[in-house]
Nanobody, 126 residues
Framework: QVQLVESGGGSVQAGGSLRLSCVAS????????LGWFRQAPGKEREGVAA????????TYADSVKGRFTVSRDNAENTLYLQMSSLKPEDTAMYYC???????????????????WGQGTQVTVSS
């Protein structure tokens, strides 16, 4: 059974940092493009960061470039999102997601991802 479980969310003040983790089970993790998405209340879900199978390619939303870093440990079946210089507008539920194969051209295409975690809440106060 495919399962993605996020953790690491919480409440921080603006300028602070958090590290999200996503542990995968039930499939060959290393063969999947992995992404982080977020959804704020009243807004559509949006892509934040994505990383290719061998970490050769990383894609970031313009709003998080230079502040967030996505990484993966295929041996541990774990995806990470290091978030720094957090802003109130980063407040959202954060989800990890997986899709078989390449990230190319579909890194932030929500419908391209087959598997999703349950989400972890990030709240940034000013």
């Amino acid at each position: 059974q495919v399962q993605l479980v996020e953790s690491g969310g919480g409440s921080v003040q603006a300028g602070g940092s958090l590290r999200l983790s996503c542990v995968a089970s039930g499939y060959t993790f290393s063969r999947h493009c992995l992404g982080w998405f977020r959804q704020a209340p009243g807004k559509e879900r949006e892509g934040v960061a994505a990383i290719s199978t061998a970490s050769a390619s990383r894609t970031y939303a313009d709003s998080v470039k230079g502040r967030f870093t996505v990484s993966r440990d295929n041996a541990e079946n774990t995806l990470y999102l290091q978030m720094s210089s957090l802003k109130p507008e980063d407040t959202a539920m954060y989800y990890c997601a997986a899709k078989a194969g390449s990230c190319l051209g579909t890194a932030f295409t929500i419908n391209a991802y087959n598997d999703w975690g349950q989400g972890t809440q990030v709240t940034v106060s000013s």
